[in-house]
């Protein structure tokens, strides 16, 4: 995003028009997302209500937020094209043993939206992560 402003200024300087740049900073979706912090926000929110939803005990009940935690924020920062290399498990790999059916999988998107929420992310962003994440459905639910 840094990047992205200067260039956009330079340009303004240079079209002797600063005060009235045009475009838009759009940067990659890990920009938008508020890059690690924004990360960081949104699935901190996200884990809480993972492990302390009814309807997901059995899948966290044996899991620890401190581990899930920085996976799950290297592997979005990976998917929204930040500077992150997700290097764990395939979503199959790691999910096969959890017998996920479509009901849970409906749970965790929801939390995840609610998560999204809390950290003010406006609905926009929200459909592109949801957009980037929707195809591993048929890697994690496999009952
Ligand atoms: C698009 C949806 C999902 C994404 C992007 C996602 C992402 C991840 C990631 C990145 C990991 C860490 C894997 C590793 O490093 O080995 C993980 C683990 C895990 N996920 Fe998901 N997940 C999703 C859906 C779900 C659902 C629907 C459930 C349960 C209802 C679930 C339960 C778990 C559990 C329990 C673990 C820990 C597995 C272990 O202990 O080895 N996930 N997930």
């Given at each position: 995003?840094?990047?992205?402003?200067?260039?956009?200024?330079?340009?303004?300087?240079?079209?002797?028009?600063?005060?009235?740049?045009?475009?838009?900073?759009?940067?990659?979706?890990?920009?938008?997302?508020?890059?690690?912090?924004?990360?960081h926000?949104?699935?901190?929110?996200?884990?809480?209500?993972?492990?302390?939803?009814?309807?997901?005990?059995?899948?966290?009940?044996?899991?620890?937020?401190?581990w899930?935690?920085?996976?799950?924020?290297?592997f979005?920062?990976?998917?929204?094209?930040?500077?992150?290399?997700?290097?764990?498990?395939?979503?199959?790999?790691?999910?096969?043993?959890?017998?996920?059916?479509?009901a849970?999988?409906?749970?965790?998107?929801?939390?995840?939206?609610?998560?999204?929420?809390?950290?003010?992310?406006p609905?926009?962003?929200?459909?592109?992560?949801?957009?980037?994440?929707?195809?591993?459905?048929?890697?994690?639910?496999?009952?």
């Open positions: 995003m840094a990047t992205c402003m200067r260039h956009l200024l330079l340009t303004a300087a240079i079209l002797g028009i600063a005060g009235a740049v045009p475009g838009r900073c759009d940067g990659s979706l890990y920009e938008q997302l508020g890059g690690s912090a924004g990360i926000r949104i699935v901190d929110a996200t884990l809480r209500r993972y492990f302390t939803d009814p309807r997901l005990h059995d899948d966290f009940d044996n899991v620890n937020q401190a899930l935690q920085p996976r799950f924020e290297t979005i920062c990976h998917v929204t094209d930040g500077p992150c290399r997700y290097r764990g498990r395939s979503m199959a790999a790691s999910h096969r043993g959890l017998h996920i059916d479509q849970r999988f409906n749970a965790v998107v929801e939390d995840l939206q609610d998560g999204m929420d809390e950290a003010g992310l609905f926009r962003l929200q459909n592109r992560l949801l957009a980037r994440l929707a195809p591993m459905e048929r890697d994690i639910v496999t009952r």
